[in-house]
């Protein structure tokens, strides 16, 4: 007989033992695993499902799905961001030893499955969506990173705000030639769902639900703003009752969990407190939808990324190191867990010798052509716009390191964008209702 965790033991064995041609002995730590058990596969699948044409990424690699195709008229996916893979296995085994009690877990148990899956590389929202609404890979989108070098526009800019890092009277000139809908180089997922008849409809906390990101990868989708997780659940609930004839992708978006990890630490009381309180709303969700069940709608239930905790630590903070910074073309941009450095060509060999006698050990440098080259990014073909916001090094932080070059005081205790299993690993959750 099947159960839920079928599949989690085995591709976890499979994600920790995957390895990339290039760096067979490198103790980077995980890699994504786009053959099937990686977030960029999630879009191939969902159009698996609704039975129209797939972007070229792949899908999941899930045996069995717990529903036939031809009968999928809804698929939900709730994101839930910077939730590591652990905190919802550890969710789900609580749950499950009462399902001799409760129906709802034993229909979880019984029809749900459970898998592990990576995220991509840097491991962060901005990347993440790009790629769970274009179905490519960061080497086609090219949202790689928090922020990045713009060389079209010779400025560094905030990829969810879509504001400048460090605006100047030119740069606000040249930003008003940026154009958000021609912005990516690949289709949405939103305009190919529409175009085969499925509406989208995208879930998110009306602070943010007309954020630069948001308008960028959502044409065609219809934004529905909550106020909290209760209003986000009955709208939800409304949707699936008073639209029940019509295809549709619905899209929930939660950012608690990674908000609070990065003010208070992922393993912090408050964080625990957070994920406590939406996942009972959650279970609450799950009871109502499973016990009338009419089998047309699946639930995926994911995350972008997970985070490490890190401390607060001057030594990383190059923001006021001028020695450091003298060896920059510009500041550097991506991830402060995977920067990307624009090093001036006649200082390589000087910055490589800094940066290992600053932080002995704790930095790996590598030529942003041979990461590309690597296939981290997806595709190993990249076009020049997109790989000129890699810079010409890109800095692989060993353990908890990072850099901290923003000119404001340093003040998270959570990151993620690296490679550690915490930031790597998410959940995936498939349930039919």
């Known amino acids: 007989m099947r159960t839920l965790f079928d599949l989690s033991e085995n591709n976890l064995a499979r994600i920790k033992a995957h390895r990339f041609p290039t760096f067979q002995s490198a103790s980077i730590g995980i890699f994504p695993f786009f053959h099937g058990l990686n977030l960029a596969n999630i879009p191939s699948s969902i159009c698996q499902w609704f039975q129209i044409p797939t972007p070229q990424t792949g899908c999941l690699d899930i045996p069995d799905l717990p529903i036939y195709s031809d009968k999928i008229k809804n698929v939900i996916l709730l994101l839930i961001d910077g939730l590591p893979f652990e905190r919802m296995q550890s969710w789900l085994e609580r749950g499950l030893r009462r399902s001799f009690f409760n129906s709802s877990w034993k229909f979880i148990q019984e029809k749900g499955m459970f898998t592990p899956l990576t995220s991509v590389v840097p491991s962060t929202t901005a990347n993440a969506l790009a790629s769970l609404w274009t179905g490519k890979f960061p080497s086609e989108h090219g949202v790689i990173g928090y922020e990045l070098f713009l060389k079209e526009y010779d400025l560094i800019l905030n990829m969810i705000l879509q504001t400048q890092v460090y605006p100047t009277l030119a740069t606000e000139t040249k930003m008003t030639h940026f154009d958000l809908s021609t912005f990516l180089p690949v289709p949405t997922l939103g305009s190919h769902l529409q175009n085969h008849g499925i509406q989208s409809f995208a879930f998110q906390h009306e602070t943010i639900c007309d954020s630069g990101l948001s308008r960028m990868l959502f044409p065609d989708v219809q934004k529905v703003p909550f106020i909290s997780p209760q209003d986000m659940w009955q709208k939800v609930n409304d949707l699936l009752d ?3 004839s019509s295809r549709k992708y619905i899209y929930l978006y939660w950012g608690d969990i990674d908000t609070l990890s990065h003010h208070q630490g992922p393993n ?7 994920w406590n309180w939406f996942s009972h709303l959650l279970e609450r969700f799950l009871s109502d939808r499973t016990s009338h069940a009419k089998g047309d709608t699946l639930l995926l ?4 990324h997970g985070q490490i905790p890190t401390e607060i630590r001057p030594t990383y903070e190059v923001r006021n190191d001028q020695e450091f910074m003298s060896f920059l073309e510009i500041p550097p941009s991506g991830e402060s867990r995977l920067p990307y450095l624009f090093v001036k060509p006649d200082k390589t ?5 800094y940066v290992q006698q600053r932080w002995p050990d704790k930095f790996t440098l590598i030529p942003s052509t041979e990461m590309l080259a690597s296939g981290l990014f997806g595709k190993k073909e990249m076009s020049q716009t997109i790989q000129n916001r890699l810079g010409n090094f890109i800095a692989i932080p060993k353990g908890d390191a990072f850099w ?10 959570g990151r993620h964008g690296g490679f550690s299993p915490q930031e790597m690993i998410t959940p995936l959750l498939i349930l039919p209702l």
């Open 349 to 353: 060999q000087a910055f490589r010798e």
């Open 301 to 304: 239930v994911t995350s972008d």
């Open 242 to 244: 008073n639209q029940s």
């Open 268 to 274: 912090s009381r408050q964080t625990r407190h957070a």
């Open 404 to 413: 901290w070059w923003a000119n404001k005081e340093n003040h998270l205790l």
